[in-house]
């Protein structure tokens, strides 16, 4: 799958792992709600999306890995990924693999969904 939506996730992931919250919220729309994969619960609003991983980064030290990209029949992009997750003396406190699923919108990320 090749699509600017792909563009869009890859540098998403790249801008995650780097910690990198400007071009992270870049991407986002406004209004985008975006799951509390963390805590539980969603968050709401581009502001609170940067305010929810900067409170995760401060405890834990997740890398999530890109493999695969598929477009589901709703139009929303289906990305598989490799998620390392290590507390904050290095320990590894997952490892596993996910679905995260997005619906754009006007070219940016207007809705994230986890599914395990």
Request: glycine content about 8%.
């Given at each position: 799958m ?22 992270l919220?870049a ?13 539980g ?13 900067r ?8 890398i999530v ?8 029949a ?11 997750v ?31």
């Open positions: 090749d699509s600017p939506a792909k563009a869009v996730l890859t540098n998403l992931y790249a801008a995650f792992n780097e910690r990198d919250i400007p071009t919220l991407a986002l729309t406004p209004d985008v709600f975006w799951p509390n994969g963390w805590e619960g969603v968050v709401h609003g581009r502001e609170m999306v940067g305010v929810y991983w409170r995760q980064w401060e405890q834990i030290e997740p890995t890109p493999t695969a990209f598929s477009t589901e709703d139009g929303r992009i289906a990305v598989t990924v490799h998620q390392v290590y507390d904050k003396t290095g320990a590894k406190i997952v490892d596993h693999t996910v679905t995260h699923a997005y619906r754009f919108d006007g070219g940016s990320v207007a809705e994230m969904e986890i599914r395990e």
